[in-house]
T-cell receptor, first 111, second 114 residues
Framework: DAKTTQPPSMDCAEGRAANLPCNHS???????VYWYRQIHSQGPQYIIH???NNETNEMASLIITEDRKSSTLILPHATLRDTAVYYC????????????FGKGTLLTVNP | NAGVTQTPKFQVLKTGQSMTLQCAQD?????MSWYRQDPGMGLRLIHY???????DQGEVPNGYNVSRSTTEDFPLRLLSAAPSQTSVYFC?????????????FGPGTRLTVT
C-alpha cells in the first residue's frame, strides 16, 4: 500500500472549516484513500473514503487532486468534539485488504 | 446492535502470566482483526481472520495467538506476558463484500504488564 504523509498537528477555531491535508504521491490506480479518526482513548471511527472523485457525507468532504497524489479532508464546521487524531490511509481495492495506520494528524479545535 | 465489544476494559498482568483478551461482534462480519497501539503511535496489526477457522499474521504477531471458532468471536491470547506488550489493544470487524468499506472498532483493552 502507498505511504502517506500528514502534518503531526493542526489547530482550528470552533465553527470554522478544518482542512486536513494528506500526501500520497506514490498512490497507484487501484488504491483508495480512507480517512479515520480517533478521539482520545476510543477506537478509531470511519469518516469517508474515495477513489478519484470528491466525496461528501454527513461528517465530512474528501477532495482528491486530479493526479491523486494528495487529498484534503474537510470538516465544514468544526466543533470541540472533532478534536481527535485523523488518519489518512491508502489501500488497494478488493475485499481482503488490511488497513495500515500511520501517526496521523492531531486536530485541536479551540473555542 | 452492540457492535464490537471487548473485555476486559483494563488488565494488569505480571511478567510471565497468560491471559485472553475477548472480542465479539454481532454484525455477522467475516473479517476480524486485532491491533495494538503504543503511546503516541498509530495502530499496528497483530493478527486477522477472514472467517471461522481462518487466521493469519499481521505486522507484529510475535507473542500472540488467535483462533476463530465462530463468526462472532475472535479472542487474542498472550501466552507469557512481557512488559513490551503493555499497550492498548483494539479489535475490529467488517464485512468481506467489496462494498463493506467501513471497519468497526471496539472500545479497547488497556493492558499493563509489570
Amino acid at each position: 500500500d502507498a505511504k502517506t504523509t500528514q502534518p503531526p498537528s493542526m489547530d482550528c477555531a470552533e465553527g470554522r472549516a478544518a482542512n486536513l491535508p494528506c500526501n500520497h504521491s506514490t498512490i497507484s490506480g487501484n488504491e483508495y484513500v480512507y480517512w479515520y479518526r480517533q478521539i482520545h482513548s476510543q477506537g478509531p471511527q470511519y469518516i469517508i473514503h474515495g477513489l478519484k472523485n470528491n466525496e461528501t457525507n454527513e461528517m465530512a468532504s474528501l477532495i482528491i487532486t486530479e493526479d491523486r497524489k494528495s487529498s484534503t479532508l474537510i470538516l465544514p464546521h468544526a466543533t470541540l468534539r472533532d478534536t481527535a487524531v485523523y488518519y489518512c490511509i491508502v489501500r488497494v481495492g478488493g475485499s481482503n485488504y488490511k488497513l495500515t495506520f500511520g501517526k496521523g494528524t492531531l486536530l485541536t479545535v479551540n473555542p | 446492535n452492540a457492535g464490537v465489544t471487548q473485555t476486559p476494559k483494563f488488565q494488569v498482568l505480571k511478567t510471565g502470566q497468560s491471559m485472553t483478551l475477548q472480542c465479539a461482534q454481532d454484525m455477522n462480519h467475516e473479517y476480524m482483526s486485532w491491533y495494538r497501539q503504543d503511546p503516541g503511535m498509530g495502530l499496528r496489526l497483530i493478527h486477522y481472520s477472514v472467517g471461522a477457522g481462518i487466521t493469519d499474521q499481521g505486522e507484529v504477531p510475535n507473542g500472540y495467538n488467535v483462533s476463530r471458532s465462530t463468526t462472532e468471536d475472535f479472542p487474542l491470547r498472550l501466552l507469557s506476558a512481557a512488559p513490551s506488550q503493555t499497550s492498548v489493544y483494539f479489535c475490529a470487524s467488517r464485512g468481506l463484500a467489496v462494498s463493506s468499506y467501513e471497519q468497526y472498532f471496539g472500545p479497547g483493552t488497556r493492558l499493563t504488564v509489570t
